[in-house]
C-alpha cells in the first residue's frame, strides 16, 4: 500500500501495538499521520502472546475492546510457575480482572485497522532505511525504501515504534549497550494443551531456559521455548526440529505444532535516552527487558498514551525539540521504571531452578505471596506493594 504524500505531522515507524496505538491517538487529534511498517498485514510476529489485566484495560481505553472480544482471545486468571518436574505454584490475578492469550496476528491487525480508521495513513511493505536531519541535526522525516524504489518523507516529528532491532534507535545511536541478558526465543502454535482453565504456565528448564505456554483462543496455544544465546548453535539452522525436539525431551510430545517456529532475542535492549530533537521512541524500540507474563503489550499500550500526550502538546506547541520532550521522558521512568526492577529480581529468580524451587515451595505454602507477586507483574498492582511489612509478614506467619 502506497501512501503519495511527502510531508507529515506524525510519521510513526512500526505498527505493531504501540505504534499503532500512537497513530490511533495522534490522528484521532487531527494530527496528519503517516503509519510505516515493512511487512503487510496480517503477520505473525514471535511474542508469548499474553496480554495482561492492565493491558487489557489499555485496550478498552483504547476502543478496540469488542474488535478484541469478537476475535475470541483465551482468558487468563492468572500464572502457574515452577521448575520443570519441580514444585510450581499459582498466582491469581484480583478478582473482576483478568488478562488474554491473543495470537499477535490478530491483535496487530486490530490495532492496525484501528488506526487507519482514525484518520492515519498507512504505508505498508515498506522499509524505512534511516532518518532525515536538519542543518542542526534535528530529525526531519525518515527515508523509506518500497516497491517504487526510495523516497524521502518528511514530518514534524518521527515517533520510532520498531521494535528490538529499532532502525530508528540505531540511527540516532540512542542505545546505552550491547545487550546483557543473552536469550532467544522460539514461538510458535500448538495444539493439544490441557492446562488448568485460565493458567498460563512457565516451565523452568534450566539457567535462563524455559518453556512458556499459554492459550490464545479457538483450541491453539502459544508456546515459547527460550534458551541462552550461549545455546543458539544447538539449533543447526533448523528451528522447528531443535523446538519439537524440546518440547518432546521436556514431556510435551502430544502438543501438536500447527505452524512454523518463529524467533526474536535478545531480551535486553536498554537506551541513554527515549527523546531526541524530532524524534520519540515508544514501545521496545524505547528500552526492554524480558517482560516475564504479559507485560510488554501492556507497556506498549501504556507508552503509547503517554506518548501522544507529548506529541499533541510538542505539536501544539510548535517546539519538537528533545527538552520539549522531556515529560514523557519522565513518564515513562515513573510508570515503568518500579516494574523493571521488579522483573529484574524475577529474573534471578526463574533463572536458578533451585533457588526457584524452593521460592515455589514457600508461595505455594504462602499463596498470598504469590499472588502479590502475580499481580504487580500484571500491572494491577505498583510494586511498591511488595516492599511492605504486610507482604513481608506473609514470607512468616
Known sequence: MMDTRDAYDVVVVGAGPAGSAAAARLADAGHAVLLIDRARFPRRKPCAECVNPAGVRALQRLGVWDDVVAAGPARLDGWRIGPHGGATFDGTFPEGVHGIGIPRETLDHILFRHAVARGARPLTGARVTDVLRGPRGAVTGVRVQGDEGEREIRARLVIGADGLRSVVLRRLDLLRRRPKLGKIALTAHVRGFAGAPGRGEVHVTGRRACIGIAPVGGGVANVTVVI?????????????????????????????????????????????????????????????????????????????????????AALRAGDTSARALAPYERARRRAFAPGERVQRIVETVVSRPRLLGAVARRFTARPRIADSIIRVTGDVAPARSLFTPAFWAAWVW
Not at 248 to 266: I, W
Open 228 to 312: 541462552p544465546d550461549e545455546r543458539s548453535g544447538e539449533i543447526g539452522g533448523d528451528p522447528g526440529g531443535y523446538f519439537d525436539a524440546a518440547l518432546a525431551s521436556h514431556g510435551f510430545a502430544s502438543l501438536q505444532r500447527v505452524d512454523e517456529v518463529l524467533a526474536t532475542g535478545p531480551f535486553d535492549c536498554p537506551v541513554r535516552a527515549a527523546v531526541a530533537d524530532g524524534v520519540l521512541l515508544v514501545g521496545d524500540a524505547a528500552g526492554y527487558y524480558d517482560p516475564f507474563t504479559g507485560q510488554g503489550i501492556f507497556r506498549a499500550l501504556r507508552g503509547a498514551e503517554l506518548a501522544a500526550d507529548a506529541v499533541a
